[in-house]
């Protein structure tokens, strides 16, 4: 059983690597018109999707920094706690 | 005398998840903060192999995904929880307010608030967090990833260039969680009295019978026993380690404070000598935890 579950998981693992391994070469970050550009869309529709495109990033960008500021202040308190909590077991270990 | 904490595939799991995800921070994070990690693009000789090398993680960090995470399910369906205390995938009421009472009985013990420590199964609270919060964080970046790398696949992108810009924030943004999700990880778990300089079970698969009985009492009159020798540290050195792991957090905390809304550009952050020593540290410690897991990784494998 243990063999099937291995060549079960290996099967989808390789069906969900596909895409991206025969892409892997095809791509480079800096060059290539595979990003979607502006210029694409048609001029009486531009101005108004890069408003709308405008209102939704601020929104977004907004949302994203409030978390991480919130993320940030509890990761912190978190692990000061963990590890005066280890200590505090170590303590009694030791003892 | 030792017990078996994880089996191989949790080992192996482990390792290529956290080997793969920490040079995916290593290689992406720069393009969030040039200004401050633009010497990661030199050791790896460039921008474009930079990118290269990333894409080349995310398609390890995928293949672990996919790969155990169909194993995981199909072994729990098959063989059931075995030694795990986490109930019906984690799913059930019961389970989750087991977990959120344990997680306050176990902070109000170590804040003097409570006289004894709670008893915890294989996995405590905090370790609960860690297997539910850190699968869904990669498949967020995974799905953003993916976006991103083939943005013409995606309809609401072709016909609204601008939503490229929103996912491009959402993927860096769980990415800069994510560092701060390891540095505390290790932190707690490999740098604290007792466990420095690092833990070796989730790489050798066991655990000394000791340690268990005072960590996860719950779990040891169910654990397997295993040959091997227990190695006891109690160096002070993890006091350092720790310190300068709280520093590098507070000031990695400070960074988001430190961000600007630049409309399409997202995020940004200016030259700050804070924000340049937190990112410049963090990175720098992902380099060394590299290195340590697979050192590590092969010592567990002779152990």
């Not at chain 2, 930079?50 to 993680?57: E, I, K, N, P, S």
């Amino acid at each position: 059983m243990s063999r099937a579950i291995v060549a079960v998981a290996f099967v989808v693992a390789l069906i969900a690597l596909y895409p991206y391994v025969s892409n892997i070469s095809t791509v480079s970050s800096l060059k290539g018109s595979y990003v979607f550009k502006w210029s694409e869309i048609p001029i009486e529709k531009r101005g108004t999707l890069y408003g709308e495109s405008l209102k939704t990033v601020t929104k977004f960008n907004n949302a994203v920094k409030v978390l991480l500021e919130i993320a940030g202040i509890f990761v912190v308190i978190l692990t000061v706690v963990e590890y005066y909590k280890y200590y505090k077991i170590h303590k009694e270990e030791v003892e | 005398m030792m017990l078996k904490r994880f089996s191989w595939h949790q080992r192996l799991a482990h390792f290529v998840g956290s080997v793969s995800g920490m040079m995916l921070l290593i290689t992406g994070l720069p393009i969030m903060f040039p200004e401050h990690l633009g010497w990661v693009f030199g050791i790896f000789g460039g921008s474009t192999v930079t990118m290269f090398l990333h894409r080349v993680f995310a398609v390890i960090l995928i293949f672990s995904f996919a790969y155990f995470g169909t194993y995981f399910v199909l072994e729990r369906i098959v063989r059931g929880r075995g030694d795990s205390n986490i109930k019906n995938f984690g799913l059930s009421a019961e389970f989750i307010s087991e977990v959120v009472a344990g997680a306050v009985r176990d902070i109000l013990w170590t804040l003097g608030l409570r006289r004894e420590r709670p008893k915890f199964g294989k996995y405590d609270w905090i370790m609960v967090s860690d297997i539910y919060l850190l699968p869904v964080l990669a498949f967020i970046e995974i799905i953003t990833g993916t976006i991103m790398w083939f943005p013409r696949s995606f309809d609401f992108v072709t016909s609204n260039p601008g939503l490229f810009f929103v996912v491009r924030t959402i993927h860096a943004g769980v990415a800069f969680f994510l560092l701060l999700f390891v540095l505390a990880h290790a932190g707690i778990l490999h740098l604290t009295p007792g466990n420095f300089p690092i833990n070796m079970s989730i790489f050798s698969g066991k655990i000394s019978r000791r340690k268990a009985e005072v960590e996860h009492e719950k779990w040891v009159e169910v654990a397997e026993e295993v040959e091997g020798e227990e190695k006891k540290s109690s160096s002070k050195l993890c006091y350092v380690f720790g310190a300068i792991t709280i520093v590098n957090l507070i000031a990695l905390a400070y960074v988001p404070f430190a961000m600007r809304n630049e409309w399409l550009a997202g995020l940004r952050v200016s030259g700050d000598g804070i924000v340049t020593f937190a990112l410049g540290l963090g990175v720098v410690t992902l380099i060394v935890y590299v290195i340590a897991s697979v050192i590590a990784f092969v010592k567990g494998i002779k152990s």
